[in-house]
Each structure stands twice: as C-alpha cells, then as structure tokens.
C-alpha cells in the first residue's frame, strides 16, 4: 500500500530563480522580449502572493470549468487488461476524467490563469499557439469570457486535421491564422505567435499553452496545471485510503503530465511515467525528443529536441496533433536526467489501439493525446500486483479526432 512518504530533498523548489531545471529551461528570447518576459515574472509572482488572484482562480474553475474532475475507476478495462495478465497481475486502472472540463481537455486550466495575470497586466491584445486546437479552443474561450480579441496561430497541417476545433474557434470570436512556413505543424505556430509577440510588445500577452518557452512558462503553466494533480491526490485519499502505485500521462510539450506529476514528485514510493508519441517507430518518423532526441536550445529554453547533426531542428510525427511536436517541457527533461520520472513511447498503432480498447470498454472517447497513455497503461498493467493501482490522465475527448481515427482505421463516416 503505497502511503505518503516524502522524499529528503524535494523535487518541488525547481526552477532556480533564473528559470533553470538543472541544465535545462532559462530564457533565450530576443532582446526586444526580455522587458516583459522579466515584467511577466513580476506579475506573476505579485499573483502568487494575492489571496484574491488565487480566489477568482478556484472560482472560475469550480464555477466556469466545472472542477473537481471526476476520478474514476475503469472497472471494465480492468479486467480487460487482465485477461492477457499472468496469474496475481493486472493493477486497478483508475483515471483522472480532464476531459469532462468545460471545452474538452486540460488546457482549459492554464488558460484561465493567465488571462487573469494578462487582465492583471492591462494587456488588451491575446495571442496563442496550437496543434490539436485545444489550446486554441480554450484560449478563445477565455478571451470570449473576458471580452478580449484572440488571435490564435495553427500550422495549415493541423487545420486540415482538426476542422472541428477550428470552427469552434471561430464560433468563439478568435482569429485563425495559417501557418505556411516548416511542416505546418505546432512548432511552425509557436514560431509565428513568437514573431507576432515581439512586433506587438506594448498590448499583447501571449498565452503558452504547454509547460515550454522562457522563463517564467514552464513554472507559470504547471503551477495552473498542478490542480490535476492536488485534487487527485486529495481523491485518491479520500476513496481509496492510499496514493496510487503508478502516474501515467502522455506527453508532447508535457503541460497535463507535469500538472499530474508535480503534487507527487517528493512522494518516493509513487513511480510516474510519460509517454510519448513513436510514430511509426523510433527508427522512423516520431515525435519522442526524450527517447530520440538531444539536448538543444528552441522557443526561449533549453531542453531535448528532434535535431540533425548540425543542430537544425527536424520534423516530428504522431498521428496525435496534440503530440507532434521537436521538444519537450525543461521540467521534463530534467525529471528525466535526475530519474525521477520515466519515459517511455507509444506509436500511432498502438495508441489507435488504446483508443477503441477505451470505447469499447468504458464507453468513453478519448482524444488521441491519452490514447497513447491508455497504451502505455494496459502495456504496465499487467506486470503489477492486481491491488496496486494505476492512475492516467485523461487529459482530452475524442471529439476532435474522430475524423483523423477513421482515416487511419480506413473507415468511411
């Protein structure tokens, strides 16, 4: 039974005051942005210590966003694990339910912390970057919320891959902007809302929708994140009487995953892994920087990235949006070299797999970022003690991907 027990030195007071995770993170930025990249931090750390930020936070995601999200026992995946499980194996496979938020995934979290630090700002002009669109959709939401214009860059691969979500945003207010350049893909639209911030410094606040970028983004998004973990944790006690043996959640710039995580990196006794998008294999084309990349310097810090031998970024692949993107989170990459959390990957096969073992189980659709996690859990699962237990993020629904999942399966809708 895994019990609360604190590790001696705690994995919780990183960054260091100048954004680093060990050798990772910092903030590589233009000149014209470190003014506000610094003022940004003053914000921030102002909101921090401001009972009445934190208030209109919880009230908003209690009364807006519709938290706490459910944890659930997948009862029926359970046992579907375990007829394939040898004899005493197959852990209890619970789930943190992110998707049941109000616009469909976690995103929703973070976006509505940093609008209010933009509001706190003055900032009048948003901005945004997407891959799946539920950064987009949710940051569009946000600005709809508060009254504010939302520009919200898409890399043209994405847009032909999740029309819904692209609709969404329009219905909402915001202004789509193509991405044309590289792959057309999430890095070619942080790119351009990059460009975009630097030419708009005086009005606009860009909203980072992962737990990357400079100095202070990767803290700023996981502490807006970490109430995926601080309420699991509360839950988790509260039914169970135990934490769970087991984190899992997927990753591509790694915003739910260290939002799940954090709560619980100074608890020894809990094992947490990211999983990330194989592709069609690591030996082909992928999207798992971890597993296949280096250690590089893109969009403001420092962190592993899908590079060649000359330190040119190259092209990731999952069949996950959501996932395809070169790098990861700094926080990740150093939990990694520091053995806190594992990493493992997932391909296209057998996330498509995850995803129909979940609809045919359960009755619920998730998006194709989870599936991979769901992969990931079922592959676990059967190595641990059938009372030791499993808890995954369900990060986002599959609403937005049924279209892609269908093309892939070869079914006609």
């Not at 789930?95 to 976006?111: M, P, V, W």
């Not at 214009?149 to 999740?162: L, N």
Request: with cysteine.
């Amino acid at each position: 039974m895994t019990k609360p027990n604190p590790t001696p030195n705690s994995f919780k007071n990183m960054p260091d005051e100048h954004g680093h995770f060990g050798q990772f993170g910092g903030r590589y930025v233009a000149e014209t942005l470190m003014p506000l990249i610094l003022d940004l931090e003053k914000h921030y750390r102002a909101a921090q210590a401001d009972p009445a930020f934190q208030a209109e936070f919880d009230d908003l995601l209690e009364h807006y966003v519709g938290r706490p999200s459910p944890l659930y026992y997948a009862e029926r995946l359970t046992e579907d694990v375990r007829k394939d499980a040898p004899d005493g194996k197959g852990a209890q496979i619970w789930f943190k339910r992110d998707e049941l938020n109000h616009t469909g995934a976690h995103k929703i979290n973070n976006c509505i912390g940093q609008i209010l630090l933009a509001k706190r700002m003055g900032k009048t002009r948003i901005i945004a970057e997407t891959g799946a669109g539920q950064h987009g959709v949710a940051t569009a939401t946000v600005c709809a919320r508060f009254g504010l214009p939302c520009f919200v860059y898409m890399g043209s691969k994405d847009i032909e891959r999740q029309k819904p979500n692209l609709f969404r945003m329009k219905l909402l207010g915001a202004e789509v902007i193509p991405c044309e350049s590289g792959t057309g893909t999430l890095k070619d639209a942080m790119n351009d809302a990059l460009r975009d911030w630097v030419a708009n410094v005086d009005d606009t606040f860009y909203i980072i929708g992962t737990a990357a970028g400079p100095h202070p983004y990767p803290e700023l998004v996981r502490d807006f994140q970490s109430v995926i973990g601080k309420e699991a944790r509360e839950q988790m006690m509260a039914r169970t009487g135990r934490l769970p043996d087991m984190l899992v959640a997927a990753i591509g710039g790694g915003s739910n995953a260290i939002g799940l995580f954090h709560p619980f990196l100074d608890d020894a006794d809990v094992k947490m892994l990211g999983v990330e998008a194989a592709g069609e294999g690591l030996d082909k084309r992928h999207a798992a920087s971890l597993s296949g990349g280096a250690r590089g310097t893109l969009h403001g810090n420092k962190t592993h990235l899908l590079q060649d031998e000359d330190g040119q970024i190259t092209e990731a692949h999952s069949v996950s949006a959501g996932l395809d993107y070169p790098g990861i989170g700094p926080e990740h990459s150093w939990l990694k070299q520091s053995g806190r959390v594992d990493y493992t990957s997932v391909t296209d096969d057998e996330a498509l797999e995850g995803f129909q073992q979940l609809c045919r189980t359960e009755g619920i659709i998730p998006a194709l970022e989870p599936s991979h996690a769901i992969a990931a859990v079922a592959r676990e699962a059967v190595k641990m003690d059938r009372d030791q237990i499993i808890l995954a993020n369900l990060c986002g629904r599959g609403d937005k991907d049924i279209f892609t999942v269908a093309e892939a399966l070869g079914t006609e809708i």
